[in-house]
């Protein structure tokens, strides 16, 4: 089935080269029945997509329910959790106050914050790009997780307090929540983020897309709302419509979060081997550079983001259960082996 429709797909894509307003309101036309399509056939209880073009909203649909057993469908302030989707504010975060702010360099070694690390040489570059010292690319989730002391020394500030502040407040990301734990908040996040934020959060995890479990046969369960707290690697419960405004400010030529020589630097593999920038995975596809990422919590949440940046195009896909990523092997570097990411090149960057 996956072949039949991915065979439609292509023949719908051969003839657009240069689009006119037409061919462009047909390509969205296909994109969102096609997703559709390949929402059904992996058993997706509910999804949220948007695509960037410019900076602007260009396209933006939600699929099936948020809410399956009361027939809630997603909407654009639909919070998921986004999994290890969340390394692009860590990495984003770790560039700012380490890099930019001239206090550390990615060639540091990791040792300086962590003297008992177990790998001599490596480097805070070899974190954000999953690779060990010998040059071999590994996707390490957990390994990723120890940057965040290296952004709390830069910051002097704990992490979730950081990404708040910095980025979910500043950006007027107000959908977003550093971490699942907050529906319960202890006492030491009343001193962290204050009582405002503390009610504010609980009330965005109040509406959180329930999570699913889909079994073999397409048919969802509800699971539990997994417990986490925030850190570099993961824990980041947000929006598309709060995922643009971050992708928007990273492309802006004012370079609001980070000078723009250090961005491009985030989306460049330090070896041509690697699959990965910082932070970021980086691939080619039909002659562009193509930077990306995707998170993965088991039986409840997975999520996307594409970015071709030269097109200045960004496609941002959120969903209640892991079928957007656990198929699809993405910890292997390429994009391409998601028919959800697939799908958008083959209609958007022909």
Not at 68 to 81: G, K, M, Q, S
Not at 88 to 103: A, H, N, P, Q, R
Not at 109 to 122: C, K, L, N, R, S
Not at 300 to 327: E, Q
Request: net charge neutral; hydrophobic share 45%; aromatic share 10%.
């Amino acid at each position: 089935m996956r072949r039949l429709i991915f065979f439609s797909i292509v023949t719908a894509v051969v003839f657009f080269g240069q689009r006119t307003a037409a061919q462009q309101s047909l390509t969205d036309s296909l994109f969102a029945r096609y997703l559709e399509a390949l929402r059904a056939q992996a058993g997706i209880p509910g999804m949220s997509a948007l695509v960037l073009q410019g900076g602007t909203i260009a396209w933006e649909r939600h699929f099936g329910f948020q809410d399956v057993e009361n027939a809630i469908p997603p909407r654009w302030d639909t919070p998921y959790a986004i999994g290890g989707m969340s390394q692009i504010f860590g990495s984003t975060l770790l560039l700012k106050k380490c890099v930019d702010e001239g206090l550390r360099h990615p060639a540091d070694p990791v040792t300086d914050w962590i003297p008992a690390f177990p790998e001599p040489g490596a480097t805070l570059l070899h974190l954000l790009a999953h690779v060990h010292p010998n040059g071999a690319y590994r996707y390490d989730a957990a390994r990723f997780s120890l940057l965040t002391a290296v952004v709390e020394a830069c910051a002097s500030m704990p992490y979730e307090r950081l990404l708040a502040e910095e980025v979910f407040s500043r950006l007027g990301l107000t959908h977003s929540v550093p971490g699942t734990e907050l529906a319960a908040p202890a006492a030491r996040d009343l001193l962290t983020f204050g009582p405002n934020n503390l009610g504010r959060y609980a009330a965005i995890l109040a509406r959180i897309a329930t999570p699913y479990r889909v079994d073999t046969r397409g048919r969802p369960a509800r699971s539990e709302l997994p417990q986490f707290r925030v850190d570099a690697s993961a824990g980041v419960v947000t929006t598309v419509f709060d995922l643009a405004r971050f992708d928007a400010t990273l492309d802006h030529a004012d370079e609001v979060l980070l000078r723009r020589a250090t961005q491009v630097g985030a989306w460049t593999r330090p070896a041509p081997h690697l699959p990965m920038g910082l932070g970021w995975f980086v691939q080619g596809y039909n002659g562009n550079a193509v930077v990306w990422q995707f998170g993965l919590v088991p039986n409840a949440y997975s999520s996307l983001i594409v970015k071709v940046p030269n097109r200045r195009l960004t496609f941002i896909l959120l969903a209640n259960s892991d079928g957007l990523s656990s198929p699809f092997a993405l910890e292997n570097g390429d994009v391409t082996a998601s028919l959800f990411a697939r799908l958008f090149l083959r209609l958007y960057v022909p």
